[in-house]
């Protein structure tokens, strides 16, 4: 069994940090826009002290950077929670 692939994107022009998730080993048709399954944002955080948090369907993930947080949202979805 093949890992589940990923892509993302962090949003410019947002307030804070905006990060949208979805799978890139999906077929989709040319030009299609792919659907984004999970986000992260720094809502719960401030500049001085950043916190991010991470929302797929009804699971949030907490965490002080981004990469610990996606580590965790990948877990969550490639369990098939």
């Known amino acids: 069994?093949?890992?589940m692939q990923f892509d993302s994107r962090r949003i410019s022009?947002?307030?804070g940090y905006l990060e949208l998730i979805?799978?890139?080993d999906v077929g989709?048709?040319?030009g299609a826009?792919?659907?984004a399954i999970?986000?992260?944002t720094d809502i719960y955080g401030s500049a001085r002290h950043p916190f991010y948090v991470g929302i797929y369907g009804i699971h949030e993930v907490t965490g002080p950077s981004?990469?610990?947080v996606k580590e965790e949202l990948f877990s969550?979805?490639?369990s098939g929670q």
């Open 38 to 40: 999970a986000v992260i």
């Open 66 to 68: 981004v990469a610990l």
């Open 13 to 15: 022009g947002a307030s």
């Open 28 to 30: 989709r048709p040319d």
């Open 33 to 35: 826009i792919p659907q």
């Open 22 to 24: 979805w799978r890139s």
């Open 76 to 78: 969550l979805i490639e």
């Open 1 to 3: 069994m093949t890992a």
